[in-house]
């Protein structure tokens, strides 16, 4: 009966999220697995950490919303998340949680911590980034360019970065029967994945130039015409980038304890 609650609350929490416009219909389904698989895994207090991820996330997402319109044009998405995205982001704390479930081993607790810590870093760095006043500083060359630009770092979004894995860090601390240690290395780990994120996004993320106005971006097309490849990795878009860093950090941190 309880389960039946629970797993009616997650199907009505991604309801509400697509009817506000933070989730697409495909997004929606999406987080109803992820919400489930996590569920399965680790009970409520995994779905406290999910809970915890996206409201801040959504919450950032809204904050001096205008401000950041000017970044949203460059970028391939808008606000509102598909299933791409929820996974890119959710994908791999699920699939943790299925395994733990099935294996009941600890290190699929790291990692599924590991992960969300990774997750929600990026996500509030490339909300809470663009809002500095400075422009932020390609990791490729020490050269200033412009808020938005991906593998690119301002102090806002590495403070955003660092407040989203302490955060998730503290209550997975709270929440889950961990060592202190342990709640150290999945901290250590979450700064890892944001690591990734940044050198990924600095090297290999696609961006594109549109032929028209000269913009760079990471869009595909622009002012109505397809653009042109600029740099990076045809196949590997920002969610591609942000999959890899939430899965990089925990197979690292797995190495490490193995
Ligand atoms: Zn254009």
């Known amino acids: 009966m309880f389960h039946m609650v629970i797993s009616f609350c997650i199907l009505f ?6 009817k506000i416009q933070a989730l697409s ?4 389904l999406a987080s ?17 950490l999910l809970g915890i991820f996206f409201v801040t996330s959504s919450l950032w997402s809204k904050f001096k919303a205008k401000q950041k319109k000017v970044i949203e044009e460059k970028l391939e998405k808008g606000s509102q998340r598909d299933w ?22 600890m290190i699929w607790e790291i990692a599924f911590l590991i992960s969300m810590a990774s997750a929600t870093g990026d996500t509030w760095s490339s909300e809470i980034g663009p809002l500095s006043k400075t422009n932020p500083i390609s990791i490729k060359n020490f050269n200033k360019v412009p808020a938005g630009t991906s593998g690119a770092i301002s102090m806002l979004g590495t403070i955003g970065a660092l407040s989203g894995v302490l955060l998730i860090t503290i209550i997975g601390y709270i929440l889950f029967p ?7 290395f999945v901290l ?12 990924l996004g600095a090297f290999y993320q696609r961006s594109f130039c549109c032929k028209v106005c000269h913009m760079e971006m990471e869009r595909s097309t622009h002012c109505g015409e397809p653009a042109r490849l600029k740099s990076g990795e045809k196949w590997l878009t920002n969610d591609g980038v942000n999959f890899l860093s939430c899965l990089g950090a925990p197979v690292l941190a797995l190495i490490f304890l193995m």
């Open 13 to 18: 929490v991604s309801f509400i999220a697509f």
């Open 32 to 48: 109803s697995f992820v919400g489930a698989s996590i569920y399965l895994g680790f009970g409520i207090k995994g779905l406290a």
């Open 84 to 105: 791409v995205q929820v996974f890119a982001n959710g994908g791999v704390a699920a699939i943790t949680s299925l395994i733990f479930y099935y294996t009941n081993d």
């Open 178 to 184: 961990i060592h202190f240690k342990i709640a150290l």
């Open 188 to 199: 250590l780990f979450g700064i890892v994945g944001n690591g990734i994120d940044t050198i």
């Open 25 to 28: 219909k495909s997004g929606a």
